[in-house]
Structure formats: C-alpha cells, structure tokens
C-alpha cells in the first residue's frame, strides 16, 4: 500500500504545521483507502476460493428480499404511489 506512505507523510506534516482541518482531511482520505485495498483483497481472495466464473455469477444476482424491493420501487416510478385507501 504504497499510496498509504504518502497519507502518513502528509498527515505528519499538516501536524507539524498545526494545520488540524488538512490533517483530519488526509486521515479520513487515509481511512477510506484503506477499506477500499481491504475490500479489493476480499474480492481477490474469494476469487482465488470459488473461480473468476462463480464470483462473476454471484455478483450479478439480485437477492430475493431486494427484488420486491426494487420490483416495489419501479412500479412507484412508473405508476405512482398507491392510493391509499
């Protein structure tokens, strides 16, 4: 995580200078690098377990519960809200 040496230099810095907003800035930037490289590990680790082909499938299918969700959601976009009665 090479990137990540420049976060830590940057954060050091804006310390030094007692620059806290920049500081918090870069910390947060830092943070959220850091889930993205785990994440992406994730995603490659499970592909090396279940193969390109599997993981692909799975990434494309829609849960069940999200489906009435999402089926509910276009229907209010076409059709308007229902009536209530």
Do not use: W
């Not at 995580?1 to 870069?26: G, N, P, T, W």
């Not at 082909?53 to 076409?78: C, F, Y």
């Amino acid at each position: 995580m090479l990137c990540a040496i420049h976060f830590v230099v940057a954060i050091a810095q804006r310390e030094y200078h007692k620059d806290y907003v920049s500081r918090d800035l870069f910390d947060a930037i830092l943070k959220s690098e850091e889930e993205h490289v785990d994440f992406l590990e994730t995603q490659l680790d499970l592909i090396e377990k279940v193969g390109l082909q599997n993981h692909q499938q799975s990434q494309t299918q829609v849960p069940a519960e999200n489906h009435d969700e999402k089926t509910r959601a276009k229907r209010v976009l076409r059709y308007g809200s229902p009536k209530r009665r």
